[in-house]
């Protein structure tokens, strides 16, 4: 069971690469989900080998858990998700009296996958408009049907070859199975609603946004008499067209007065996950709204319209403007040009890292990927990494298809900088001032 959620928590953070990916490419409702039953092939087949009850409950949490620590960009909700998905393939087992059969893997695995939907949309923000619920629930049935087949139909044949491998003995429930799986049902139950209306009430943002760092007029938006236009915009976000009415980020942080030399935009939510977003497209985006959800004393505020989804943040608490300090990559060709980690998001991972003034989790780029995007045509002998008192040297064989090596995006305070550093938090270079690829 441990082995199972192990593969699964981590397995599932990449598998969300891949789904946004091919969302990117086809365009449509529905491009992400076509991988969810992937991420309960784990919970389903340790629930075929044991047949116990309470394996699908105590899999998804301890998925949760794994998926939370590798950097899954959901934060604390992938928690819930995970615990959701295990106990509906806790319950669908047990409405079934010959487990072995084909039906059971398969309504766990459709139920599994397609409650990610429910449980995400609990804490979306909330559009303008319910047009949006159709579109939801295309999102369900793709959901459903990859469970169908990935989460049922795949768990299902690995049991059958397991087991006539002798690589696994399939479990038999014993007598009291079903009254100690409904016992565990009900109380993981209570525990999930619990877990819901807490984090809905502590990941509610603050009722006014603080806006300080590199400006002029540091205040807290909303202020009273002073609030911009409101707009309304029609927009995209996995694959659902809704509309969304609020106030541009543009207009928000124009009243802060940003310094001349600010260029990035950095916005943190209540449950500490942050984002960047560079004032080009702050400056070429006119979809960017601060949304406010709920009234009165209640009223917390959504980010919405960037161009990556990972920049849609609910429950915003500040928003701090910065500058960057230059990274500059030489080229072979001897051409050069300033590391913008704003273009490399869709290739980011997270991880804590142990800076000098403490761990901190940044989001980083393979460095291979760098390399190639600067070389053109020609293979690098080696790269140095340079700061302002040494410098560190690869092979590009040390480097190549590496994606352990990466730079790291560093806040401190107003500004930005750069470290040279593994996935598993080790420094090698900090702060990471130029690239020269030879």
């Not at 067209?241 to 942080?253: F, Q």
């Not at 260029?263 to 209540?270: E, R, Y």
């Given at each position: 069971m441990a082995v199972l959620a192990a593969l699964g928590g981590v397995t599932s953070t990449y598998i969300n690469t891949l789904g946004d990916a091919v969302e990117a490419f086809l365009g449509s409702a529905g491009g992400s989900q076509w991988a969810a039953g992937l991420h309960v092939i784990w919970i389903v087949l340790a629930m075929g080998i044991t047949g116990k009850p309470g394996t699908g409950i105590f899999i998804g949490l301890l998925k949760g858990f794994i998926e939370l620590l590798s950097g899954n960009s959901h934060g604390i909700i992938i928690l819930l998700v995970d615990l959701v998905a295990g106990l509906l393939v806790d319950f669908s087992f047990l409405l079934f009296r010959n487990k072995r059969s084909l039906f059971p893997y398969l309504i766990a695995g459709g139920l599994a996958s397609g409650s990610n939907v429910i449980v995400f949309q609990i804490f979306a923000t909330v559009p303008s408009n319910i047009l949006a619920l159709s579109a939801i629930f295309i999102l369900l049935i793709v959901a459903c049907v990859s469970g169908l087949l990935f989460g049922g139909l795949i768990p299902k044949l690995l049991v059958n070859a397991l087991s006539?491998?002798?690589?696994?003995?399939?479990?038999?429930?014993?007598?009291?199975?079903?009254?100690?799986?409904?016992?565990?049902?009900?109380?993981?139950?209570?525990?999930?609603?619990?877990?819901?209306?807490?984090?809905?009430?502590?990941?509610?943002?603050?009722?006014a946004i603080q806006i300080n760092g590199a400006v002029q007029n540091p205040y807290k938006f909303?202020?009273?008499?002073?609030?911009?236009?409101?707009?309304?915009?029609?927009?995209?976000?996995?694959?659902?067209?809704?509309?969304?009415?609020?106030?541009?980020?543009?207009?928000?942080?124009?009243?802060?007065?940003?310094?001349?030399?600010?260029?990035?935009?950095?916005?943190?939510?209540?449950?500490?996950?942050?984002?960047?977003?560079?004032?080009?497209?702050?400056?070429?985006?006119?979809?960017i709204l601060v949304i406010p959800q709920g009234q009165a004393k209640n009223t917390s505020y959504d980010i919405v319209g960037p161009e990556s989804n990972k920049a849609w943040i609910r429950g915003i608490m500040n928003i701090t403007i910065i500058t960057s300090k230059s990274l500059v990559i030489t080229a072979p060709s001897g051409e050069f040009y300033n590391f913008d980690p704003d273009k490399w998001v869709s290739e980011m991972d997270s991880t804590q890292v142990n800076l000098p003034n403490g761990s901190q989790k940044l989001q980083g780029v393979p460095v291979w990927q760098i390399v190639e995007a600067s070389k053109r045509d020609e293979i690098p002998a080696e790269v140095k990494f340079t700061s302002s008192e040494e410098t560190v040297v690869y092979t590009w064989d040390d480097i190549n298809r590496n994606d352990n090596l990466r730079i790291f995006t560093v806040i401190e305070d107003q500004n930005l900088s750069f470290v040279l550093a593994n996935m598993s938090g080790e420094v090698y270079l900090f702060p990471v001032t130029k690239i020269e690829i030879d």
């Open positions: 006539k491998a002798n690589i696994v003995k399939i479990a038999k429930p014993g007598t009291n199975t079903g009254k100690m799986g409904w016992i565990v049902i009900i109380a993981t139950f209570i525990i999930a609603t619990l877990m819901t209306v807490y984090f809905k009430s502590a990941l509610k943002g603050a009722p909303p202020i009273q008499d002073t609030h911009p236009e409101m707009v309304t915009r029609k927009m995209e976000y996995k694959g659902v067209m809704t509309e969304y009415t609020g106030y541009l980020l543009k207009d928000a942080l124009n009243h802060a007065k940003p310094v001349e030399e600010a260029d990035t935009v950095l916005i943190t939510a209540s449950d500490g996950y942050s984002f960047m977003i560079s004032f080009e497209e702050l400056e070429s985006n006119p979809n």
